[in-house]
């Protein structure tokens, strides 16, 4: 099946520093893959599209200027939180359409900013 | 109203219950149907995946979706403690929008 690799699992930054995420889907091209937040005990919350080789679609509420999303190839999406702040701690996903799949997420990223 | 409603439970049953999980949904226009399985500190994974009305059986898992009543379930039988997780229901449009619209989830657990 479809496997999309997200890196790094789990990762703690003092705040102020900034901290990328990336994603890759490994078998299969995508050009468009979804960034989520979710809280615990929440359901996913859409922050962004992601599309290859063009500027990404934020949800409204999203800061753009905070989470910094490059798509630049068919098989990676990098999600960039500038000067993190404890309030953005969270376990942040991504995910990508596949033709056969659906959806496949990557395993998440849980964020702590110290 | 929330467009897909589901019960965050937790809902706890013994092993080797039949489970049902339910969504409702208020969009006509979704027709795309998927359960993901998320367990603790994880990515939600890929359970079933079915378009429009009827039945889909992989396994111990039976997804149905009722798009006359706008109501769609999963049911797992012999419930495993493996199977203790959060379950999300999705939907999406047709065409159009390929964003899926989540339900909150509901927590299972599975007690031995």
């Known amino acids: 099946g479809a496997v999309v690799s997200q890196h790094p699992s789990w990762v703690i930054c003092k705040s102020g520093t900034s901290v990328k995420i990336e994603c890759r889907s490994l078998?299969?091209?995508?050009?468009?893959m979804f960034w989520y937040r979710q809280f615990p005990k929440q359901s996913l919350m859409l922050m962004a599209t992601s599309n290859e080789g063009s500027k990404a679609t934020y949800e409204q509420g999203v800061e753009k200027d905070k989470f910094l999303i490059n798509h630049a190839s068919l098989t990676l999406s990098t999600l960039t939180v500038t000067s993190a702040h404890p309030e953005d701690s969270s376990f942040y996903i991504c995910?990508?359409?596949?033709?056969?799949?659906?959806?496949?997420f990557g395993s998440g990223t849980r964020l702590t900013v110290v | 109203q929330k467009e897909v409603e589901q019960d965050p439970g937790p809902l706890s049953v013994p092993e080797g219950a039949i489970v049902s999980l339910n969504c409702t949904y208020s969009?006509?226009?979704?027709?795309?149907f998927m359960w993901y399985r998320q367990y603790s500190r994880k990515g939600p994974e890929l359970l079933m995946y079915?378009?429009?009305?009827g039945n889909k059986e992989d396994g111990r898992f039976t997804a149905q979706v009722d798009k006359s009543s706008k109501y769609i379930s999963l049911f797992i039988r012999d419930s495993q403690p493996s199977d203790s997780a959060t379950y999300l229901c999705a939907m999406t449009l047709s065409g159009g929008s390929y964003i899926p619209t989540f339900g909150r989830g509901t927590s299972l657990i599975v007690h031995p």
């Open positions: 969009n006509s226009a979704f027709q795309y």
């Open positions: 079915t378009y429009s009305s």
């Open positions: 995910s990508a359409r596949d033709a056969d799949y659906g959806y496949t």
């Open positions: 078998d299969f091209q995508a050009t468009t």
